[in-house]
C-alpha cells in the first residue's frame, strides 16, 4: 500500500457522493497518538486563494485534541461498500480513548510528511487547518437544521482546512513508511 501525490485538478469524481455516499475518515496525531473519526459531511472547494475541505468535528472528539495540538491531519475516502461501512460505523461509534479502535478495525495507518492516513483509502488529501469556528444557536437562518441536528445544542466545530496534497494508491514507494 503506497500513494503517490496527484495534481488536486486532475481528480475527477462527484463530491456529494464521494462525501454522503462513501463517508470518509479525519486522521490526526499528535505526540505518537493517532486516531480517527468518521465524517458522513463536509464540503471541498476554493477559499483564500486555496483548496479547501470543510469539516464538522464535535468538541468532545478525540481526534479534534490531536488536530488542535498538531495542525494537521488528513482526510482519507473509500469505496461505497458493505465492508467499508461497517468499518467505517465502527470506527464513528467507538472512541480512541477507551479502546484500540484502529488497530481493531484491522485498516492500516500510513505517514507521510509525517501525517497519518488510512492505507485502505481510494483518495488522501493531507490538510492543514487554517480557520476554526464553533457553531452557534444564533448562526441558524432554518431554525429546522438547529432542532434537527443540535437539539441538545452540542454544536459542532467548523474547521476549513487547506489540502496541502492529494494522495492515490499506486505501486510501492519509499515515501510512505508503515504506523505498524
Excluded at 95 to 108: F, H, I, V, W
Excluded at 147 to 157: E, L, N, S, T, W
Amino acid at each position: 500500500m503506497n500513494f503517490k501525490e496527484i495534481d488536486i485538478k486532475s481528480l475527477r469524481f462527484n463530491p456529494f457522493s464521494l462525501i454522503e455516499d462513501g463517508w470518509f475518515l479525519i486522521t490526526s496525531q499528535y505526540q505518537g497518538k493517532v486516531n480517527t473519526m468518521t465524517a458522513a459531511s463536509g464540503c471541498l472547494g476554493h477559499m483564500f486563494r486555496k483548496n479547501v475541505a470543510y469539516l464538522n468535528i464535535r468538541p468532545t472528539r478525540y481526534t479534534k485534541q490531536l488536530i488542535d495540538s498538531s495542525m494537521r491531519l488528513s482526510l482519507s475516502f473509500f469505496e461505497n461498500t458493505k465492508e467499508n461501512k461497517q468499518k467505517l460505523t465502527y470506527l464513528g461509534t467507538v472512541s480512541g480513548r477507551d479502546e484500540p479502535k484502529l488497530e481493531k478495525s484491522g485498516l492500516t495507518v500510513l505517514f507521510q510528511d509525517d501525517i497519518p492516513f488510512i492505507g485502505e483509502a481510494k483518495l488522501v488529501f493531507l490538510c492543514t487547518p487554517i480557520y476554526v469556528q464553533s457553531y452557534s444557536g444564533s448562526g441558524f437562518l432554518d431554525s429546522n437544521v438547529e432542532r434537527y441536528y443540535y437539539p441538545q445544542k452540542d454544536y459542532h466545530d467548523l474547521y476549513i482546512c487547506d489540502i496541502t496534497k492529494a494522495l492515490i494508491p499506486e505501486e510501492p514507494s519509499k515515501t510512505v513508511r508503515s504506523y505498524h
